[in-house]
């Protein structure tokens, strides 16, 4: 699902003037947030279902570099639902070249950090 663009700003790039790797994962943050608002949760709907999905793991792959004000789409596609975790995958292109791709792990966790059960409705808006 494409859930925006993301430009590269000044912050984003090293004085080599390519985007630091770890800002990738910042940009896979904001994808994260924009895919769930696509699927009709804000980050309140969120926190309401209750669903916290802390960062268990992730596999990037680095493909291409960015540079200031390059645009880059965002695509997310939830790949795996389970009991208490789901698998997001990103993928970051600018025009039609790959820049970045990456395979998430997140786990639902309480108040205390114990996983907990992915909420029905979150449940159903991945299934669909």
């Given at each position: 699902?494409?859930?925006?663009q993301?430009?590269?700003?000044?912050?984003d790039?090293?004085?080599?003037?390519?985007?630091?790797?770890?800002?990738?994962?910042d940009?896979?943050d904001?994808a994260?947030?924009?895919?769930f608002r696509?699927?009709?949760?804000?980050s309140?709907?969120?926190?309401a279902?209750p669903f916290?999905?802390?960062l268990?793991?992730m596999?990037a792959?680095?493909?291409?570099?960015?540079?200031v004000?390059?645009?880059l789409?965002?695509d997310?596609?939830?790949?795996r639902?389970?009991?208490?975790s789901?698998?997001?995958?990103?993928?970051?292109?600018r025009?039609?070249?790959?820049?970045?791709?990456?395979v998430?792990?997140?786990v639902?966790?309480d108040?205390?950090?114990t996983?907990?059960p992915?909420?029905?409705?979150?449940?159903?808006?991945?299934a669909?």
């Amino acid at each position: 699902m494409h859930v925006g663009q993301y430009r590269v700003r000044y912050r984003d790039v090293y004085s080599a003037g390519v985007v630091l790797n770890a800002r990738y994962l910042d940009v896979c943050d904001e994808a994260f947030t924009e895919f769930f608002r696509a699927l009709g949760f804000t980050s309140a709907d969120l926190a309401a279902v209750p669903f916290d999905g802390a960062l268990a793991h992730m596999d990037a792959t680095f493909a291409s570099t960015s540079t200031v004000d390059d645009v880059l789409d965002m695509d997310v596609v939830c790949e795996r639902v389970g009991s208490s975790s789901l698998v997001l995958a990103y993928t970051l292109t600018r025009g039609d070249q790959e820049v970045f791709q990456g395979v998430a792990r997140y786990v639902n966790v309480d108040e205390s950090g114990t996983p907990t059960p992915i909420p029905d409705a979150l449940r159903t808006a991945l299934a669909g």
